[in-house]
């Protein structure tokens, strides 16, 4: 009994003086307001507040390292941009502007990046979870731009840049990742996968530098309509259990059957 209590007594002395030296940078930062505030980021959910476990989800992954998530509903995308564009004046937002947006909410975060534009305000990562607008373009002055969406789920679709500055990334759920078929539009919320998706590509961009890019520009770029590549540039090769499920392999050009025709043709005569 005595040695279980010593050893109890001994772990949590030494939780305590691990938890007072990890105090002590916190301490002093709050204390001079020199150090880097915390990376805040910016959510905005889908239609009827949908996507309800997002802000949950990264404040569980991300916490210890200090983020802070403030979300809004689709309706309120107007007084985000003022509320975001004077948290970056004040320079309260030494990550970047970060901005996450889930169906009808990736529509707003696109929204809310171009009236920052009209400020000259950049956005260092636009996340896009199964945008439902692929008419929609994300504007110049997003350095980076990551767009999941999951072909089975239907509603979401690859978006273009208009600019070649921004580092673009349509990544396809089912042929990039191999993410199942039971996963729905409304379902991927609530995807592990997708959570630790996010988690990756939000530490990837906190603690890196951002993207070279030109300063962000209100006049329209012309946009290169060019074939969408996956994240990793290469073609992606179909799995064998799906392969032909939802499209048929484009049919090969047959150069003996067009070699045949024009041999075929009548010859003028004189």
């Known amino acids: 009994m005595n040695t279980r209590f010593s050893n109890s007594c001994r772990w949590i002395s030494g939780l305590a003086l691990l938890l007072f030296a990890l105090s002590i940078p916190l301490s002093a930062a709050a204390a001079g307001r020199s150090a880097k505030k915390p990376s805040t980021i910016y959510v905005i959910r889908g239609g009827g507040g949908y996507f309800p476990n997002l802000g949950t989800v990264i404040n569980e992954k991300f916490e210890a390292q200090g983020l802070e998530v403030v979300d809004f509903r689709y309706h309120e995308r107007g007084a985000a941009a003022k509320k975001i564009a004077a948290a970056y004046r004040a320079k309260e937002l030494p990550g970047g502007i970060i901005l996450i947006g889930y169906s009808l909410g990736g529509c707003g975060v696109i929204e809310v990046s171009r009236e920052l534009q009209k400020q000259e305000i950049p956005v260092r990562l636009l996340f896009l979870i199964e945008t439902i607008n692929p008419l929609q373009t994300v504007p110049a002055n997003v350095q980076e731009c990551f767009n999941l969406y999951h072909f089975p789920a239907i509603l979401g679709a690859p978006v273009k840049a208009d600019s070649p500055q921004t580092k673009l990334t349509n990544f396809e759920a089912y042929t ?84 045949k025709s024009s041999s075929d043709k009548p010859k003028s005569g004189r």
């Open 176 to 259: 990039d990742a191999g993410l199942g078929l039971e996963y729905s539009h409304f379902a991927m919320p609530f995807v592990e996968e997708v959570h630790e998706l996010i988690a990756s590509r939000l530490v990837a961009a906190i603690n890196s530098k951002p993207p070279k890019s030109t300063p962000p520009t209100t006049k329209p770029v012309p946009q290169k309509m060019e074939k969408e590549k996956p994240a990793s540039g290469t073609e992606p090769e179909k799995k064998p259990l799906f392969s032909g499920l939802f499209s048929k392999a484009a049919p090969k050009e047959n150069d003996q059957t067009a070699e």
